[in-house]
């Protein structure tokens, strides 16, 4: 695929990783963020400092829920695809202000695909959640799987995009891929997510929260994989199956969905001993009760990825982590 790809959400976590490879790999990249302060916007700032030193890539600050404001990008520039990873993110959050996650996860994904509609674009990705998968307690989680049962309002959200996403590929016969990721982490982090504050407060000489006991599992996924992944699906344009087989992972539209996860999930407890290897620090710790909005474990079913763009992700949590502990000293001292 040629041309300039749109990222949305570009000087957040991922949005950050996979403009900068995309500028590697030769794609002119218009990036797009609201700079919110649901974490510290000096973070991201320090990401688009990065970006913004290439030649190949632009910047315009830009909320998703600013309907004119995407209006007029998407009738001034041209892209040829465009990758949606903007969103309000966070499970414990949506149970404080609802309202974010409608204006961003709703109202701004419905900009999103209206300027896909007008413009005709090509392909569009958007980034979907493992919480769609809900009370669904059977694992792994396969996108063959019904999605019905959500248990946070991010969840819902996110789940409603893909409904919204389907149903424009559907009407307007704009191909479409859904991404439903599983925990991402790693360098230049979102510092709301466990493995960074929790870096935090081991290296602070604080307790870590540790709900439902530590009996959690979850699918931890090195950003590195997030990103080869996402870059082997942008050129792959989903066609409509002519004998499509009622599955909830397909359609008669051009529309497909994929789970993005390690497809190795890790007991909370198991990670946090991780953590304390690459920081050279006991934790101590401060069990909890289960949090509203939690799932008990995440697991990725990936053989649909695999058969895809053959490839799932497959870097080893102890690596990952080291990684993303080396960047944190780095960045911040410590």
Known sequence: MEGRVLVTGAAGFIGFHLSRRLLAEGYTVYGIDNLNAYYDPALKRAR?????????????????????????LFAKTPFAAVVNLAAQAGVRHSLKAPHDYVDSNLQGFLNILEGCRHQQVEHLLFASSSSVYGANSRLPYSVHDPVDHPVSLYAATKRA?????????????????????????????????AYFSFTQKILAGEKIPVFNHGQMQR????????????????????????????????????????NIGNHQPVALLDFIHVLEEALGRRAT??????????????YAEVSELQQAVDFAPRTALATGIARFVAWYRDYYGG
């Open 48 to 72: 688009l400092h990065l970006l913004e030193s290439h030649p190949g890539f632009q910047f315009q600050r830009l909320d998703l829920a600013d309907r004119a404001g995407m209006e007029g």
């Open 161 to 193: 995009g893909e409904l919204m996403a389907h149903s424009y590929a559907h009407l307007y016969r704009i191909p479409m891929t859904g991404l439903r990721f599983f925990t991402v982490y790693g360098p230049w982090g979102r510092p709301d997510m």
């Open 219 to 258: 699918d931890f996924t090195y950003i590195d994989d997030i990103v080869e992944a996402v870059l082997r699906l942008l050129p792959l344009v989903p066609a409509p199956q002519s004998s499509w087989p009622q599955d909830p992972a397909s359609s008669a539209a051009p529309f497909r969905i994929y």
């Open 285 to 298: 710790l401060e069990l909890l009760p289960m949090q509203d909005g939690d799932v008990h474990a995440t």
